[in-house]
């Protein structure tokens, strides 16, 4: 190991379980690069320190995950467009000037997962409908609007959390509390689920697709299972579906860029080597 090596973790808390590692990983190794990325906690007590002097902190550059990613942003001398919009950051590089700068790569995870896995999805993009109004909602509503989304629903059980996302982006977007959800749906392009419910050990969505077009395009931002509750019910009626991996996979390809210098592929081997991971340790 010599001092000139690129060097970037994974930060957060916990960080134990993250598969980042696996990930940036499988790409060093595929490109023969030299660098390095490990998994660095940082206690809630310690984070704003750290952050605010990450420059000395021997990294070049990092992923933030929860529940770091607003005191990261706020630690940082410059914000890409997506974190700005967000007030959170999940990657974060140095300049030539030492400057922190963060970047918000969730929203074009789930793009990238979507062009992938369903190309020519955002061909209908008059209606989209999310589910859930937490930090992955934010991203995802972001990502809708950069598509040019006409209209983005917005459908929560906190009615607030729905509206405060809504205020932000603007007149596109439109909260709901969980009841409309039936009415919604019959005129729906894309539904996306972004909350908790389906993932294993937390209680199922349920959910009822009957208003549904067949023709509208469903995805889960849950990937343990892989395929939810929500994709085998929306897949059964004839939907197109995509499931959740590709874009904690695609969220990663930014920060390997400009870290690394080499603009990664989510190939099939990555995710089948991440699918096995998840196997084992789920
Ligand atoms: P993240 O930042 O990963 O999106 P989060 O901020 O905890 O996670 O958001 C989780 C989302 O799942 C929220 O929209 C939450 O709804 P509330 O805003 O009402 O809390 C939703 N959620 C979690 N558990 C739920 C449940 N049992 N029923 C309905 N919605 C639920």
């Not at 950051?89 to 790569?105: A, I, M, R, S, Y």
């Amino acid at each position: 190991m010599t001092d000139s090596k690129k060097k970037s973790a994974i930060t957060g808390y916990p960080v134990a379980h993250s598969r980042s590692p696996l990930v940036h990983g499988y790409w060093l190794k595929k490109h023969r690069l030299e660098g390095e990325y490990g998994r660095v906690e940082v206690s809630p007590e310690d984070a704003d320190a750290f952050y605010r002097t990450f420059s000395g902190s021997g990294l070049t550059g990092a992923n933030v995950t929860v529940p770091h990613k607003e005191v990261a942003a706020g630690a940082c001398d410059w914000l890409d467009d997506a974190a700005r919009a967000m007030g959170a950051v999940n990657t974060l590089w140095l300049d030539e000037d030492g400057k922190l700068c963060g970047g918000n790569t969730d929203g074009l995870g789930f793009l990238g997962n979507l062009d992938q896995l369903a190309p020519g999805w955002d061909v209908s993009r008059e209606s989209a409908v999310v589910l859930g109004a937490g930090g992955a909602a934010r991203a995802v509503v972001w990502a809708l609007l950069s598509r040019k989304f006409t209209t983005v629903h917005i459908v929560n059980r906190t009615f607030e959390n729905a509206r405060k996302i809504a205020d932000e982006f603007g007149p596109k977007t439109i909260p709901h509390s969980w009841d409309k959800l039936g009415t919604l749906l019959g005129k729906t392009d894309l539904l996306i689920n972004t909350t908790s419910l389906g993932m294993s050990g937390k209680p199922p969505l349920e959910i009822d697709l009957t208003l549904l077009p067949k023709s509208a395009l469903v995805t889960d931002i849950v990937y343990v299972p892989l395929e939810t509750g929500l994709l085998k019910q929306a897949a059964a009626r004839g939907n197109r579906t995509v499931d959740g991996l590709g874009m904690l996979l695609h969220q990663a390809v930014p920060g390997f860029e400009r870290w690394f210098g080499v603009r990664p592929e989510v190939d099939d081997a990555l995710r089948a080597l991440v699918l096995k991971d998840l196997e084992e340790t789920e």
